[in-house]
Structure formats: C-alpha cells, structure tokens
C-alpha cells in the first residue's frame, strides 16, 4: 500500500462532505508526488504519535497549508488504531472519537472558507490515547489542579479524574449525557486500569446567566445540574464562538437570530449583560 492508498483508507474514517473529500484528495495526490513534503509528513505524523515525545506544532506546521495538516493526521489515524488494537479497545470508540477531525475540518471552513485542519493540538490527545468519546461526550485522563477546590466537593488537587468536553453534534440530552457517564466509568479501568475520583469540566455551558435566559426544561440547564459548579471566570466571551460563527462581543449586534437560544443571547450582551465559563465536578 502506498502512501496515497494509506491516505484514502483512513480518509473513510471520519465523515465528511463530497466537496470537502474531493478537496482533500487533490491535496494528498499533490503532497505525496512531492518528496520533500512525502517526507516531512510521515516525520510530523510519527512525531504526533509518539506518546512520550514533545509535540510543538507551531514549528511543525510553520508554513504549511491546512490541506498539509489534514493529511499528517489522516495518515496519524494509522497509530492511533496499533494503540487501540493492543489494548482490545472496540474500533467503533476509535471511529467515534476520530469523527472529531471532522468536525474541525468543517469548523476550519466555516472560519475560513477553505478545507482543511489546524487544531493540531487538540485532535494530537486524540491520536495518543489521551481522549475518547465514549456516547454524547469526550473524555481525558486529568487530575485536580486547582488548590481552590471547596472542601465539600470532597476532592485535593492532584486526585485523578476525567476530564469532560462536549463535542459539537447532537443535542446535550440529560440521558444521553449519564450514559456516557456510565459508560466511562466502565471503560477506563477496564482497558487502562485507571480509578479516578470524578469527572471534572470547564465550559461555557456553565454560565450563570443561562438560569435567567434559558427555560428550567434546556438541556444546558440539565447538563449544569449535573456537576457541583464551584467557581465561575470574570467576563468570558468564548462561548460565542460555539453559538455562532466568527462573532464576538464587539460585532454581536450582527449576530443571526435564528433560534430562540442565539436571540436570548445577543439581547443579553446587547443590553449589557456578560458571558462566564464555569468549573465544576461531579463525583464517581
């Protein structure tokens, strides 16, 4: 199998719109007719891929296209399927979990308008074995960090847990989400033998506000209600850009107002009113 034919059999294993893939398939012909970049690709992936290895992307991908970088993780997809093999970890938690490429891919070209990936160190936990998506959620081997943790939640720093983030698709229903809870629970310590104290999460679905904005049935409100929330950030816009695309608090009033959700939330900025993410945990 040459390095074309690798490209195009993991390139099936995430979704992906016929433009798109057909974008990204004239890039792979062109990189692997180019020696220098052939090389510097198979360099960069097996660098993704070592689990123990230092991992600078800006260096890395310094002058390179995005189309370059989907095609280095593509190729990546091949390390991170020996790593699931050898632990008997189920292929279809490894298609799962690497669907996530797709959907920065379609989040790059909706930013920019052209095909391709640059979230290089984020999808680098997926290739590792650091983060799986187990049902509705993502999670990732953490430990408390913050000494500011009450006592009541009953955690120190430095305790193991999981680290959980919401990947974009589908909507954040209540028993979807506790069934990747439970799911979880099982999973780690049957393949990687990891006990860990709680999940712990920071999002912006954990804003404050949302409780005056939102009604009591919103899933976001079910998903807060869910964690001991114990600490909120000062004023944290970033939440926009999960609700929208390419808007901010300084072009809000352009904003689309197409849901009942994004209305609520560019009147409430509108009139003065801020955004926070929040920190909270919830036991195992």
């Not at 690709?41 to 260096?59: H, Q, R, T, V, Y």
């Not at 081997?141 to 955690?155: A, C, H, M």
């Not at 983030?165 to 990747?180: N, Q, T």
């Amino acid at each position: 199998m040459n390095l074309y034919e690798k490209f195009g059999k993991y390139f099936e294993y995430y979704e992906l719109c016929d433009e798109g893939r057909a974008v990204l398939r004239e890039a792979a012909k062109q990189i692997c007719a180019d020696e220098k970049l052939r090389a510097e690709a198979l360099k960069i992936k097996n660098i993704i891929a070592d689990l123990n290895g230092e991992f600078k992307p800006d260096e890395l991908f310094k002058g390179k296209s995005v189309q370059f970088g989907a095609f280095v993780y593509t190729l990546a997809i091949e390390d991170m399927e020996k790593f699931y093999q050898e632990r008997n970890i189920p292929h279809d938690i490894l298609i799962a979990t690497i669907n996530d490429l797709s959907v920065w891919i379609n989040r790059h070209y909706n930013w920019f308008g052209e095909w391709g990936f640059s979230q290089y160190g984020w999808i680098k936990n997926h290739i590792r074995g650091e983060l799986f998506k187990l049902g509705r959620l993502q999670f990732e081997f953490s430990e408390v960090r913050d000494e500011s943790t009450p006592d009541y939640i009953g955690l120190k720093k430095g305790d193991p847990i999981l680290s959980v983030h919401i990947p974009r698709g589908g909507r954040m229903d209540e028993a979807a989400c506790l069934e990747s809870f439970a799911q979880a629970e099982k999973f780690f310590p049957e393949y990687f033998d990891y006990k860990f104290k709680a999940f712990g999460c920071f999002t912006w679905l954990f804003d404050p506000n949302f409780k005056k904005l939102l009604p009591p049935e919103s899933n976001i409100l079910k998903f807060q209600q869910l964690f001991k929330i114990f600490k909120y950030s000062e004023a944290d816009y970033g939440g926009l850009d999960y609700i929208f695309v390419n808007i901010n608090k300084d072009n809000i009033k352009d904003a689309p107002t197409d849901t009942s959700f994004r209305k609520a939330i560019v009147e409430h900025i509108l009139s003065g009113g801020i955004m926070q993410s929040g920190s909270g945990y919830r036991l195992v």
